[in-house]
Structures are given as C-alpha cells and as structure tokens.
T-cell receptor, first 110, second 114 residues
C-alpha cells in the first residue's frame, strides 16, 4: 500500500467548505484512495473512496489529481459535527488491511 | 438496525491477566475484522474472520493473541498474559460481503494494562 501524508491539523468555519488534502505519490495504478473519519471516542466511519475519477456521495466529494499523486476530500458545508480526525489511506479493491496514520485533525469553528 | 456492538467499552487488567474483547457485527454481516490503535499512532489491521473461520491473521502478534468467531455468538479477541504494551483501543468492524472496503466500525474497547 502507498504511504500517504496529510497535514496534522486544520480549522474550518462552520458552513464553509472544508478541503482536506492528501499526498499519495507512490500509489499504484490499481490502488484506490479511501477516506475515513474518526469522531472522538468512536470507531472510524467510512466516507468515500475512488480510483481516478472524482467521486461524490451524500457525505463528501473526492477530487483525485490526474497523475493520482494527491487527492482532496471536500466537505461542502462543514458543521460542528464534522469535527473529527480524517484519515486518507490506499489499497486495492476489496481491501480491509487498512493502515491509518495519524490523519488530519479537523476542527470546525462556530 | 443496531450497529457493530463492542463490549466492554473500557477494560482494565493487571499484567499477566487475560483480556477478552467481544464484538457483535451488524445484523446480516458475517465478516468481522479486528484493528488496534496504539496511543498516538494510527489504526492497524489485526485479523479477518468469517463465521467459524479465520481468513487472514497476518496482522496478529504471533504470541498471546487469538481470535474466534463462532457459529453462534459474538467474535472474541483474546489476549493472554497481557503486558503494558497491549494498552490500546481495539476496534471491530463488520461487512456483509467478503473483503468489502466499506467497513462498519464499532466504538471500540479501550484496554488499559496496569
């Protein structure tokens, strides 16, 4: 699995878009990018994943660069409940051997 | 529809004791995964089980750790003769089909070894 790097922390104003970057410069052609988040004292929660096309679901959008070396998770209208640690990771289709690093601690400010 | 249930939420053990962590998957899910999150570190895969079978235990420490998922009842992660380094949050996840990357996680068991 490719190594991913994320900023340690970010702040975002409530109601604004939160853009969380992730670098995965060593990602292989068949590896997906996955995003999970972990709200304090809870288990990780799946957000979204993608291979090379941009993806959108009810929670977020995922923008993957054309060279696939980086991606951005977008929460279009952040709320206080989006305050969490966000993890970016990679793996082949059907992976379960997630390795989450320390992620990005997103704080949504009122 | 209840989510993945883990108990206990907090478990305190003295060095040398046994720790048993339980996980009931979501209804309809027959695939269970265990992960460990050490303090100030990320989450790492330990073991993947299907009913009565261990599918992948490549992330399990070779000694003192075992897991089972019987035909009836919850999945159990057992740690024998615990040491202080075992102190961590242990998370269980489940999925309805094999190797599904969209996993549903429980709230975890925080194990503290004194």
């Amino acid at each position: 699995d490719a190594k991913t790097t994320q900023p340690t922390s970010m702040d975002c104003a409530e109601g604004r878009a939160a853009n969380l970057p992730c670098n995965h410069s060593t990602i292989s052609g068949n590896e997906y990018v996955y995003w999970y988040r972990q709200i304090h004292s809870q288990g990780p929660q799946y957000i979204i994943h993608g291979l090379k096309n941009n993806e959108t679901n009810e929670m977020a959008s995922l923008i993957i660069t054309e060279d696939r070396k980086s991606s951005t998770l977008i929460l279009p209208h952040a709320t206080l409940r989006d305050t969490a640690v966000y993890y970016c990771t990679s793996g082949t289709s059907g992976t379960y051997k997630y390795i989450f690093g320390t992620g990005t601690r997103l704080k949504v400010l009122a | 529809n209840a989510g993945v249930m883990q108990n206990p939420r907090h478990l305190v053990r003295r060095r040398g004791q046994e720790a048993r962590l339980r996980c009931s998957p979501m209804k309809g899910h027959s695939h269970v995964y265990w992960y460990r999150q050490l303090p100030e570190e990320g989450l790492k895969f330990m073991v993947y089980l299907q009913k009565e079978n261990i599918i992948d235990e490549s992330g399990m420490p070779k000694e003192r750790f075992s897991a089972e998922f019987p035909k009836e009842g919850p999945s159990i992660l057992r740690i024998q003769q615990v040491v202080r380094g075992d102190s961590a949050a242990y998370f269980c996840a489940s999925s309805p089909v094999a190797s599904n990357e969209k996993l549903f996680f429980g709230s975890g068991t925080q194990l503290s070894v004194l």
